[in-house]
T-cell receptor, first 117, second 111 residues
Framework: GAVVSQHPSRVICKSGTSVKIECRSL??????MFWYRQFPKQSLMLMAT?????????EQGVEKDKFLINHASLTLSTLTVTSAHPEDSSFYIC?????????????FGAGTRLSVL | GEDVEQSLFLSVREGDSSVINCTYT??????LYWYKQEPGAGLQLLTY?????DMKQDQRLTVLLNKKDKHLSLRIADTQTGDSAIYFC???????????FGKGTTLSVSS
C-alpha cells in the first residue's frame, strides 16, 4: 500500500514551547490529509481536515489557534502545537487520502508521541 | 449521528480463529474498513469492503458485512501471537471524507 511518513516519532518539550509535526505522502498526492489525536487506550479523535491550498476544517472543540495546520503542497501537511502544555501530551496521528484506485483509502503515519513537561 | 461500536477485548489461543465484531449506524456508508494498531505505532490498513459486498477474503482474513443489521466482522484464521494488537473498525462518514472509528478491540493471543 501507499506510504505516509510522519516525523518526528517522539518529542519531549518544555511547557510553553511550540512543536511542529510533519506528515508526508511519499508515493501519491494527497489533496486531503487528516490529523487525529489518540489518548491511551482510546479511539482516534479527528482533530481537523487539512486541504491543500486552503484553510483546514477543525472539529468542534479543537482550537484552531492552538493547533495550526498548513497544507502547502500535495504531499505535505504540518501540525504545529503552539505554546504546548502538559494537557497537550498525547499521540498524534496523521493520515492521507489516496483517491487513485478504489476504496477511498486513508493511509496512516506511524504517529508522534508528544510529551510536554 | 454516526457511531461505530466494538467489543473492547478478545482473547484467543494460538491457532484458533478470532472473530472481531463491529456495528455501525450510518446506513449510507459506502466503505467499511479494518485497521490494525500495534503498540506505539500508527494504523495499518488490513482490509476494506464496499457496501454492496457481503464478504471479502484475503489470505487469513475474512470480512463479513450484513448491511441490513449494519454489522461487520473480521475473522482471522489460524491466529498467531503476532496478530496481538488493537483492531479498529471504521466507516466512511456520510457528510465528508473523514472516517469514523470504533474504540478498538484489543486482541490477545496466547501460546
Amino acid at each position: 500500500g501507499a506510504v505516509v511518513s510522519q516525523h518526528p516519532s517522539r518529542v519531549i518539550c518544555k511547557s510553553g514551547t511550540s512543536v511542529k509535526i510533519e506528515c508526508r505522502s511519499l508515493d501519491f498526492q494527497a489533496t486531503t490529509m487528516f490529523w487525529y489525536r489518540q489518548f491511551p487506550k482510546q479511539s482516534l479523535m479527528l482533530m481537523a481536515t487539512s486541504n491543500e491550498g486552503s484553510k483546514a476544517t477543525y472539529e468542534q472543540g479543537v482550537e484552531k489557534d492552538k493547533f495550526l495546520i498548513n497544507h502547502a503542497s500535495l504531499t505535505l501537511s504540518t501540525l504545529t502545537v503552539t505554546s504546548a502544555h502538559p494537557e497537550d501530551s498525547s499521540f498524534y496521528i496523521c493520515s492521507a487520502r489516496d483517491l487513485t484506485g478504489t476504496g477511498n483509502i486513508q493511509y496512516f503515519g506511524a504517529g508522534t508521541r508528544l510529551s510536554v513537561l | 449521528g454516526e457511531d461505530v461500536e466494538q467489543s473492547l477485548f478478545l482473547s484467543v489461543r494460538e491457532g484458533d480463529s478470532s472473530v472481531i465484531n463491529c456495528t455501525y449506524t450510518d446506513s449510507s456508508s459506502t466503505y467499511l474498513y479494518w485497521y490494525k494498531q500495534e503498540p506505539g505505532a500508527g494504523l495499518q490498513l488490513l482490509t476494506y469492503i464496499f457496501s454492496n459486498m457481503d464478504m471479502k477474503q484475503d489470505q487469513r482474513l475474512t470480512v463479513l458485512l450484513n448491511k441490513k443489521d449494519k454489522h461487520l466482522s473480521l475473522r482471522i484464521a489460524d491466529t498467531q501471537t503476532g496478530d496481538s494488537a488493537i483492531y479498529f473498525c471504521a466507516e466512511k462518514a456520510q457528510a465528508g471524507t473523514a472516517l469514523i472509528f470504533g474504540k478498538g478491540t484489543t486482541l490477545s493471543v496466547s501460546s
